[in-house]
């Protein structure tokens, strides 16, 4: 019989969970804190009449204009590409599988200062084959809109491929041998039984790759610094947001540089608010809670 049988004391541990929760919380607001004490200076340091001014500024709205709409076309290309490839890599076997998917994940781990300077050596250096041919053919990278996109995608779709591979490896086997079993050949079954049930890591692959294309800046630099208007891009000489802020702090500019900071993050707050309020609100295609991007 134990202790507490005998009438005795009871010794087993007792966990307390007024502690855990204080040591949660402890942790989550020092990281908080963190992530909010860099916003809070930018707010601080532009009064609102500059954060106002810097809105309406046409240089600004020009590069957040040419920055939302390069990042748009990188979260499309990864819906066209990174998609069937994370169902690939989640789904088949093949010789050298590990050596892919390390290459897919590198591209987050190398400073992307490389990136940009390796799109340079294949796609834009002079003289070089493929640079005739992608001049050639109205697609120049460099300086260009096409520059700005190619490289938000390979410093950003990895997110995309990844999710998709984990979110396509947890559907169960047998849902999919199920589907197949009642006559769906394959692309059918990807639609109508893996998509839909993976959607919601890949959803958050594709925020998670937007969010990544939207704050690119080291690959930018070297291939395109200034964007001139070419392809589907026919607006004013203009830049990167990312690349305006970064020009203004090198002027010494640090009211601009702020002011134009913060009007980009409220703009960011402000898409990524409107979907936690859409996952509340049902319209998306998730259950609150499920999207963690």
Same mark, same amino acid.
């Given at each position: ?7 005795g004391?009871?010794?087993?541990p007792?966990?307390s969970?007024?502690?855990w ?9 020092s990281?908080l804190l963190?992530? $909010?004490?860099p %916003?809070y200076?930018l707010?601080? !340091?532009a009064s609102? #009449?500059?954060i106002?001014?810097? =809105?309406?500024n046409? *240089? ?5 204009g ?5 990042s748009?076309l990188?979260v499309?290309?990864a819906v066209l ?7 690939l890599?989640?789904?088949r076997r093949?010789?050298?599988?590990a050596v892919?998917?390390?290459?897919v ?14 799109l340079?050596?294949?796609?834009a250096?002079?003289g ?8 050639a053919i109205g697609?120049p990278?460099?300086?260009?809109i096409?520059?700005v996109? $190619?490289?938000? %995608?390979v410093v950003?779709?990895p !997110?995309t491929?990844? #999710?998709a591979?984990?979110s396509? =490896?947890?559907?169960? *086997?047998?849902?999919l041998?199920a589907?197949?079993?009642l006559g769906?050949?394959?692309a059918?079954a990807f639609?109508?039984?893996s ?10 692959g ?10 690119e ?10 964007v001139?208007?070419g ?9 990167t ?9 090198q002027a ?6 702020a ?5 980009f993050l ?10 936690r309020?859409?996952?509340r ?5 998730w259950?609150?809670g499920?999207?963690?991007?």
């Amino acid at each position: 019989m134990n202790g507490g049988a005998r009438g005795g004391p009871d010794r087993r541990p007792r966990r307390s969970g007024a502690h855990w929760l204080a040591l949660q919380l402890v942790l989550s607001g020092s990281l908080l804190l963190l992530l $909010l004490l860099p %916003i809070y200076a930018l707010f601080t !340091y532009a009064s609102p #009449a500059a954060i106002v001014a810097a =809105a309406t500024n046409p *240089a600004v709205t020009t590069a957040i204009g040419l920055t939302l709409f390069a990042s748009g076309l990188a979260v499309v290309a990864a819906v066209l590409f990174a998609i069937p490839f994370g169902y690939l890599l989640a789904r088949r076997r093949f010789a050298g599988k590990a050596v892919v998917e390390s290459a897919v994940a590198l591209p987050i781990a190398v400073p992307h200062l490389l990136v940009g300077l390796g799109l340079f050596f294949v796609l834009a250096i002079p003289g070089s084959p493929l640079t005739r041919f992608t001049t050639a053919i109205g697609f120049p990278v460099y300086d260009t809109i096409w520059g700005v996109v $190619l490289v938000m %995608i390979v410093v950003s779709a990895p !997110y995309t491929v990844l #999710a998709a591979q984990l979110s396509f =490896a947890a559907v169960d *086997a047998r849902v999919l041998e199920a589907a197949r079993s009642l006559g769906a050949g394959p692309a059918n079954a990807f639609l109508t039984v893996s998509l839909p049930l993976a959607l919601r890591g890949i959803v958050a692959g594709l925020l998670l790759t937007w969010a990544r294309a939207v704050s690119e800046i080291g690959g930018i630099l070297i291939l395109a610094y200034t964007v001139y208007p070419g392809g589907p891009y026919t607006g004013a000489v203009t830049s990167t947001i990312s690349v305006l802020v970064y020009n203004l702090f090198q002027a010494g500019d640090l009211a601009g540089a702020a002011a134009t900071s913060s009007v980009f993050l409220l703009l960011a707050f402000t898409i990524f608010l409107v979907v936690r309020l859409g996952e509340r609100s049902g319209w998306v295609p998730w259950r609150r809670g499920e999207l963690v991007p």
